[in-house]
């Protein structure tokens, strides 16, 4: 059974730095991409990065060189950096991970920027 488990949330002011980690149970986890997503209060899920089994990355729009997703395949974890951080930051966020074309999720994890 794949289960993903984030932390690392919590409460900042504009401009700080958070660091998220989603562990991963899942068989040959570095053969898989992954990635982040947030959810603001009354919002649309969206999508936040992809962290391909390569290591190479994408990054919605928004981020403009803000965050940096990581994978560190040998503990079956997965990062993202957060600096710079803005009120319009504040989410739930959620790792993502398809395995044979079935989606799963983590629990979230919530971030909240204070101005």
């Known amino acids: 059974q794949v289960q993903l488990v984030e932390s690392g949330g919590g409460s900042v002011q504009d401009g700080g730095s958070l660091r998220l980690s989603c562990e991963v149970s899942v068989p040959n986890f570095n053969r898989w991409p992954m990635r982040w997503y947030r959810q603001a209060p009354g919002g649309q899920r969206e999508w936040v990065a992809t962290i391909t089994s390569t290591g190479g990355t994408t990054y919605g729009d928004f981020v403009k060189g803000r965050f940096t997703i990581s994978r560190d395949n040998a503990n079956n974890t997965m990062f993202l950096q957060m600096n710079s951080l803005k009120p319009d930051d504040t989410s739930v966020y959620y790792c993502?991970?398809?395995?044979?074309?079935?989606?799963?999720w983590g629990q979230g994890t919530q971030i909240t920027v204070s101005s």
């Open positions: 993502n991970i398809m395995v044979w074309g079935i989606e799963y």
